[in-house]
């Protein structure tokens, strides 16, 4: 398995730009998350999906995010336009059902608007 | 409510000691607790779990005790080494909020040579 994919590696971007976030999750995982991480204020749940339905958004933190899940192989979070406090790194992962599973992280987008 | 507390870093230790990182947790119901890893540039990796009281989650030469009495679940590690060096995640996963996990604010570990 080759694990939660997540692209780009980096991005850098300037103020007004929209920027794309992409996703794959592990094949079978019934729920995506996305999460952001910043020195300030650590990991923060944005949003998350259960079989590609979005059901709990309350994390986004206002209308430029918007995140997609078309089916159960690919998910979008998308900033329009960014800004330069949303540099962070963005973390999807992926779970199956059950208590007892982990979460599966990605490897992070490291986005930088400047 | 749900909600990890992880004691304050950045934590440094020398080659070989021992290693204690604690986490309370609060929970409505019955949580599993689990340990996530993240070396620098990485995303978090599990690291251990516990899904009921008294269970001890081990991997890697860490463990932890899932105590409901104390509402613990303490990392530990006997002799830690230089590529221990990372940030360390309490979370916990509700029965009630299953689905969602809430993670603890990170503690830092430096070991040194």
């Known amino acids: 398995d080759a694990g939660v994919i997540q692209s780009p590696r980096h991005e850098v971007t300037e103020m007004g730009q929209e920027v794309t976030l992409r996703c794959k999750p592990i094949?079978?995982?019934?729920?995506l998350f996305w999460y952001r991480q910043t020195m300030m204020r650590g990991l923060e749940l944005l949003i998350y999906f259960n079989n590609n339905v979005p059901i709990d958004d309350s994390g986004m933190p206002e209308d430029r995010f918007s995140a997609k899940m078309p089916n159960a192989s690919f998910s979008t979070l998308k900033i329009q336009p960014s800004e330069p406090r949303d540099s962070a790194v963005y973390f999807c992962a992926s779970r199956g059902q059950g208590l007892d599973y982990g979460y599966t992280f990605g490897s992070g987008t490291r986005l930088t608007v400047v | 409510g749900n909600s990890v507390t992880q004691m304050e870093g950045p934590v440094t230790l020398s080659e070989e000691a021992f290693l204690t990182i604690n986490c309370t947790y609060t929970a409505t119901g019955y949580p599993s607790l689990f340990w996530y890893v993240q070396y620098p540039g990485e995303g978090l990796q599990l690291l251990l779990k516990a899904t009921k009281a008294d269970d001890k989650g081990s991997n890697k030469g860490f463990e932890a005790t899932y105590r409901k009495e104390t509402t613990s679940f303490h990392l530990e590690k006997g002799s830690v080494q230089v590529s221990d060096s990372a940030v360390y995640f309490c979370?916990?996963?509700?029965?009630?909020?299953?689905?969602?996990?809430?993670f603890g604010t990170g503690t830092s570990l430096t070991v040194i040579p």
């Open positions: 979370a916990l996963s509700d029965q009630w909020t299953g689905n969602q996990f809430y």
């Open positions: 094949s079978g995982h019934d729920y």
